[in-house]
């Protein structure tokens, strides 16, 4: 696992554990995620705004915001799909060539 990742998800959970026992103890929001934001992370206003979220979320929804830094989506060609492959296949053969356009193709696949 990268040492870095690990780092900033554990920092991420101490501020959302500090931030929620700061507002029992009768803390404002802004004033929670401020003091988060210049003890634990030596920054200001943008972490204090994510403190502000990534708190309000587990509060919420009792579960922590998935983190996406530093990953990417992993896409797949519908290509691949040898149905969806085969029906538009068949599609572009039935069209006259005039009428064989990727806006035409588009509107035949939205409309599956």
């Given at each position: 696992?990268?040492?870095?990742?690990?780092?900033?998800?554990?920092?991420?959970?101490?501020?959302?554990?500090?931030?929620?026992?700061?507002?029992?103890?009768?803390?404002?929001?802004?004033?929670?995620?401020?003091?988060?934001?210049?003890?634990?992370?030596?920054?200001?206003d943008y972490i204090a705004?994510?403190?502000?979220?990534?708190?309000?979320?587990?509060?919420?929804?009792?579960?922590?915001?998935?983190?996406?830094?530093?990953?990417?989506?992993?896409?797949?060609?519908?290509?691949?799909?040898?149905?969806?492959?085969?029906?538009?296949?068949?599609?572009?053969?039935?069209?006259?060539?005039?009428?064989?356009?990727?806006g035409n193709l588009?509107?035949?696949?939205?409309?599956?």
């Amino acid at each position: 696992m990268n040492k870095n990742v690990f780092t900033y998800d554990y920092l991420r959970h101490l501020s959302i554990r500090r931030y929620i026992q700061l507002l029992l103890d009768g803390w404002g929001k802004m004033d929670a995620s401020n003091q988060i934001a210049q003890t634990v992370w030596s920054k200001g206003d943008y972490i204090a705004r994510c403190i502000r979220k990534w708190g309000d979320h587990f509060i919420k929804m009792k579960e922590f915001l998935i983190h996406h830094q530093g990953k990417h989506t992993k896409l797949e060609s519908l290509l691949n799909d040898e149905d969806f492959k085969e029906e538009c296949q068949a599609w572009l053969r039935q069209q006259k060539s005039e009428s064989r356009t990727p806006g035409n193709l588009k509107v035949y696949i939205e409309g599956m």
